[in-house]
């Protein structure tokens, strides 16, 4: 992975965060705090893993494998292009967990 990319996957997450935090969701970047590849790219409060992509293309099917394959918890990935809102991609099972707890 390049510099830019690095640098634009960084932007993405503090802007993801910013956006949760402005919505009542306390967040940070997580990649800082615990460097490892199975940290959520955001931590935050809510009882998911964050896989943030911050992109033009996205491969979502791909997008969400690698963010089940980092956690346990129901994988979310946050996805923004420029120009455009955030969008949430997750699997209709973990969904439907979500919104009957």
């Given at each position: 992975m390049g510099k830019?990319?690095?640098?634009?996957?960084?932007?993405?997450?503090?802007?993801?965060a910013k956006f949760l935090i402005a919505h009542g969701h306390p967040?940070?970047?997580?990649?800082?705090?615990?460097?490892?590849?199975?940290?959520p790219d955001v931590i935050s409060e809510l009882p998911i893993h964050i896989e943030c992509k911050r992109t033009e293309t996205l491969s979502a099917y791909k997008a969400l494998e690698q963010a089940q394959a980092d956690s346990v918890l129901p994988a979310?990935?946050?996805?923004?292009r420029n120009h455009k809102p955030w969008i949430v991609i997750l699997?209709?099972?973990?969904?439907?967990?979500?919104i009957n707890e």
């Open positions: 830019m990319s690095k640098n634009k996957g960084k932007r993405g997450e503090l802007e993801l967040a940070r970047r997580g990649q800082q705090f615990k460097g490892g590849a199975d940290s979310v990935v946050f996805h923004r699997d209709a099972q973990a969904f439907l967990e979500l």
